[in-house]
């Protein structure tokens, strides 16, 4: 499991030889993804902003008991999620909401 | 194949000897008096579909905005160069020259603006919680649970006061530090999921500082670490947050 250098996933998952990289991805992604000339390209693109992309990172960790089973525990450090299970199934609950929402609204927007 | 744009600046402007995001390498294409830097990459990879399946998968996210990144972040500093938005995609290269020729006011605004100016970011957390049993107020044996509640008590007036010394002092350091800086731009609290840090986040903030002008501003955040929460100081960046243009 790895969460200082770039998007939690398990640590088996990542290729052997793969180096964790210096920069901390949430500043690359605040400036590169955020920021940055704003031009409409040829090609029309759906950049996710942070909020949600972070959203989406927690639903991918979402299942609790397979993540425990892989070893990963971040959200015992997570001062949002650290006060017991029940806490995170609500967090969850609430974050899937809240990306329905945000994918209904994207959605009704490009019709 | 499709023109990925990376960064536009003005001539002479070498492409980095960096390969971009579809591994290949970059090149310039310049109208002008601008450069350009793009690269070309495969529809299969880079048109409307794949984008739009790619940028769900989030590893595929990270790889395209580190490999942005590491090539803006390549360009040689001493003239003006802006970074353009991860995933900005022309059918071909007439599409940025046309670009280049029907912004060219706004553009040349805007290398003005930034001259050779870096973006430098500083964060700053609070400092980790004393330990529980350090509070002040005694346990009562007599009085048990008045004395729970006291402890409680105590320590929700301590939580509050550090809070609001904390927000103070960030924007104390923040006053400081654009008083040194051409610009300064307040970003979100990293959420600790991507940050990976559990303190609280009293200050995500990112700085346009002229070259002469860093040596003061480093010396301003180390001053700033001295209060005792803990400053990170990011960068030398491209300056990505100050590279704005209103889209038509």
């Known amino acids: 499991m790895t969460t200082s250098g770039g998007i939690p996933v398990p640590a088996r998952s990542r290729a052997p030889d793969h180096r964790q990289e210096s920069t901390n991805l949430a500043d690359i ?16 693109v759906n950049l996710l902003d942070i909020e949600l992309l972070t959203i989406k990172i927690r639903l991918l960790v979402a299942s609790v008991d397979k993540a425990r089973e892989m070893g990963i525990d971040w959200w015992e450090h997570d001062p949002t999620l650290s006060s017991g299970q029940r806490d995170v199934l609500e967090e969850n609950r609430r974050l899937r909401e809240r ?3 945000l994918e209904a609204e994207r959605t009704r927007e490009q019709p | 194949m499709l023109t990925y744009l990376y960064a536009i600046g003005r001539v002479p402007l070498e492409p980095p000897d960096r390969p971009g995001v579809d591994a290949e390498p970059p090149r310039v294409i310049v109208e002008d008096g601008f450069a350009a830097v793009v690269g070309s990459v495969a529809p299969a990879r880079f048109d409307e579909a794949a984008l ?22 390549a360009l040689p500093g001493d003239g003006p160069v802006a970074p353009v938005r991860l995933a900005t995609i022309y059918r071909d290269d007439d599409g940025v020259r046309r670009l280049l020729r029907e912004r060219a006011t706004e553009l040349g605004a805007l290398l003005d603006r930034l001259g050779t100016c870096r973006e430098w970011g500083v964060k700053m957390w609070s400092p980790p919680r004393p330990a529980a049993d350090a509070q002040p107020v005694p346990a009562d044996a007599e009085r048990p649970g008045t004395s729970y509640l006291m402890r409680r008590r105590a320590a929700r007036d301590a939580d509050a006061h550090r809070r609001a010394q904390g927000t103070e ?12 800086a051409v610009a300064a731009r307040r970003l979100a609290p990293q959420d600790a999921v991507l940050s990976g840090r559990t303190e609280e986040m009293l200050l995500n903030a990112t700085y346009l500082v002229r070259r002469e002008d860093e040596a003061a501003f480093t010396a301003a955040v180390a001053g700033a670490g001295a209060s005792g929460a803990e400053i990170v100081r990011t960068g030398p960046w491209p300056p990505f947050s100050f590279a704005t243009v209103d889209d038509p």
Request: proline residues 0%; charged residues 35%; aromatic residues 0%.
């Open chain 1, 29 to 44: 992604l605040e400036r590169v993804l955020d920021k940055g000339i704003v031009i409409a390209g040829d090609i029309r």
């Open chain 1, 99 to 101: 990306v329905g929402a």
């Open chain 2, 52 to 73: 739009a399946h790619d940028l769900e998968d989030l590893r595929r996210v990270e790889e395209l905005a580190r490999a942005h990144h590491r090539l803006v972040a």
């Open chain 2, 169 to 180: 002092l960030a924007e104390h350091v923040h006053r400081t530090l654009s008083r040194l």
